[in-house]
């Protein structure tokens, strides 16, 4: 059976933050942002209090934590694996992590020929119900 490659993945930082914000939050979501207010910062928000559109792109889970992107985003990052980090700083001013004094931060690298061979297929919001 073929290896699927995370098209979405974090730190250890990152998911211990996470987990932090579960215990305090309960069910959470990230969305990477578009750009407006908080630049294009992985933002994360209490389920249901963030809707998400039928046609952003369901990237992957980090630790049971569904990862979402616009689809027009996308089209710019589907050749890229998004690594979710944490860095000392504000985060964005609708994000959960904000206070702490840690930031979620966006990394990536480019995906090679056989990884991009391996990805799963994409699947939007509407189709993941």
């Known amino acids: 059976m073929a290896t699927t490659i995370p098209r979405v993945t974090a730190t250890p930082a990152a998911i211990s933050l996470l987990r932090t914000l579960r215990q305090d939050y309960g069910d959470i ?26 046609s952003d792109i369901r990237l992957g889970e980090i630790d049971g934590v569904p990862f979402f992107m616009s689809a027009s985003q996308f089209a710019y990052w589907q050749h890229t694996q998004i690594i979710i980090d944490v860095v000392p700083g504000r985060g964005g001013m609708f994000s ?33 119900g």
């Open 29 to 54: 979501l990230f969305h990477q942002s578009g750009g407006c207010c908080d630049g294009s910062s992985p933002m994360c928000y209490p389920k249901g209090d963030y809707i998400v559109g039928d």
């Open 96 to 128: 959960l992590e904000n206070g702490r004094e840690l930031r979620f931060l966006t990394r990536s690298r480019l995906f090679d020929d056989a990884e991009l061979d391996a990805l799963a297929p994409i699947v939007t919001a509407g189709q993941a």
